[in-house]
């Protein structure tokens, strides 16, 4: 198994722009999530699905879009990138079954927005 | 609104004492709770998952304990090692399957540990 993958592992954009961060599993996880990881504030929920076709916010939804087409994939979207989205930003996946939950994380996408 | 607070914010000790690193949370309607490593520009690497049904987890030379009603968890290290020197998280997991709401895996800020050699 592959785990949780990203790509890029590095992007630098220009205020303005869109760009797509991929997060692939190969473990038939349902559940899959998107984080951010800034100095001083911790990781923070983006957004989360717990199947295909269903999404929904976390605690810093504000500037991004995802979707879910099927088990395996849960791209973010960055519709106009700002500086204040610079930031690593973690994919993870979990089984989804209580009482377990444990969570896989891929190994970041390091995005700077100039 | 469920915090967790990690301390000490880092730690620096020699090579071969025995630690233990603290995790308290706000509201004890967990499922579980986490700890994961993470090395310097690198992902979370999963350490132990801990139920809210147990009292704790062990591997290798980690043992991790939970005690809900007090909100607390410990992360002990026997014997640390240089190699052991990372940022060390725990998480609250809640459930998932309910929609609305945010708070379904609430992280620390940390404990940056360094062990000399």
């Known amino acids: 198994n592959a785990g949780v993958t990203q790509t890029p592992k590095f992007q630098v954009l220009k205020t303005g722009q869109s760009m797509t961060l991929q997060c692939a599993q190969d473990?038939?996880?349902?559940?899959m999530s998107w984080y951010r990881q800034d100095p001083g504030m911790g990781l923070r929920l983006i957004h989360y699905?717990?199947?295909?076709?269903?999404?929904d916010q976390g605690e810093v939804p504000n500037g991004y879009n995802v979707s879910r087409s099927t088990t395996e994939d849960f791209p973010l979207r960055l519709l106009s990138a700002a500086p204040s989205q610079t930031s690593v930003y973690f994919c993870?996946?979990?089984?989804?079954?209580?009482?377990?939950?444990?969570?896989?994380f891929g190994p970041g996408t390091r995005l700077t927005v100039t | 609104k469920q915090e967790v607070t990690q301390i000490p914010a880092a730690l620096s000790v020699p090579e071969g004492e025995n630690l233990v690193l603290n995790c308290s949370f706000t509201?004890?309607?967990?499922?579980?709770l986490q700890w994961f490593r993470q090395d310097p520009g690198k992902g979370l690497t999963s350490l132990l998952l801990?139920?809210?049904?147990?009292r704790e987890q062990t591997s290798g030379r980690l043992n991790a304990s939970l005690d809900k009603s007090s909100g607390r968890s410990t992360l002990y290290i026997a014997a640390s090692q240089p190699g052991d020197s990372a940022t060390y998280l725990c998480?609250?997991?809640?459930?998932?399957?309910?929609?609305?709401?945010?708070?379904?895996?609430?992280f620390g800020k940390g404990t940056k540990l360094t062990v000399n050699p």
């Open positions: 993870a996946s979990s089984l989804g079954t209580i009482p377990s939950y444990e969570q896989y």
């Open positions: 473990m038939n996880h349902e559940y």
């Open positions: 699905s717990v199947g295909a076709g269903i999404t």
């Open positions: 509201d004890s309607a967990i499922y579980n």
């Open positions: 801990i139920q809210s049904s147990q």
């Open positions: 998480a609250v997991i809640r459930e998932w399957g309910a929609q609305g709401g945010s708070e379904k895996l609430v």
